[in-house]
């Protein structure tokens, strides 16, 4: 009987959370109290200032400078960054010694052996990204062939981590559509993964329980203030 760890898995997604994501976080947003880590757009800043906060001060600049990067853009792209951190340390039990394939795993739905190419979520490939799927699947392939492995096409999948099948951009939908692989995301990839329906929110309420430790909201407040005292933003603020 093939079982998975599920509370391993979990663990690890923890700490990978916690070391990865947010030790990450903390860190990027701290360079963020010099002014040149910004393409200030000194139209628009000035302009978003007063929409957001009513006046263009140098603390209100310093804001809406601050504001979307940690809590957007930053946050955001560290995550898609570590999908290979997230794999070889959550996902280790399951990694594969196969070319371009992430990890290979039993599919508790089907109990066929899936050769999956694994990314962060419903937007983080591009055009390239497709075209470097598809070949790496057709190598695959083709080594099955050589060596006479019961590999059937749709055993190929991209697993997504994270969203939705509707939520998935129109490159996604290219793999399924142009080249017909599967794209399995979500709950449904968890789900294959564990044989667990829910294991997908057991996840995401265990990565939650880490933003209890992640409150760093005085130490932002700071950088706030210490930006807004930088020459750049006291410029900027002069224009009001």
């Not at 990865?20 to 200030?40: A, G, R």
Request: proline share 2%; with cysteine; charged share 25%.
């Amino acid at each position: 009987m093939y079982t998975v760890d599920k509370t391993e898995i979990l663990e690890k997604a923890k700490k990978w959370f916690r070391e990865s994501i947010v030790e990450n976080h903390i860190k990027n947003t701290k360079k963020l109290i010099n002014p040149e880590n910004f393409q200030i757009n000194p139209f628009l800043t000035v302009y978003l200032a007063n929409f957001f906060k009513g006046n263009s001060n140098p603390e209100s600049i310093a804001q809406v400078l601050l504001l979307p990067r940690v809590l957007g853009t930053s946050i955001t792209t560290s995550f898609g960054t570590q999908t290979q951190t997230f794999i070889s340390e959550v996902l280790q039990a399951f990694g594969s010694t196969t070319p371009g394939i992430d990890i290979e795993f039993q599919d508790q739905i089907d109990n066929r052996k899936k050769y999956c190419q694994l990314k962060a979520g419903p937007n983080t490939i591009n055009k390239d990204d497709v075209e470097t799927i598809a070949n790496h699947f057709k190598k695959t392939i083709n080594l099955a062939k050589t060596n006479k492995s019961d590999l059937r096409f749709d055993d190929l999948i991209v697993g997504v981590i994270y969203g939705n099948e509707s939520d998935i951009s129109s490159h996604y939908k290219r793999i399924t559509n142009q080249y017909h692989y599967s794209v399995i995301v979500g709950q449904d990839f968890w789900h294959r993964l564990t044989g667990d329906e829910n294991f997908y929110f057991d996840l995401t309420q265990a990565i939650g329980s880490i933003a209890n430790e992640a409150n760093y909201c005085q130490e932002v407040k700071n950088i706030i203030i210490k930006l807004s005292e930088s020459d750049e933003i006291q410029k900027l603020s002069n224009h009001e």
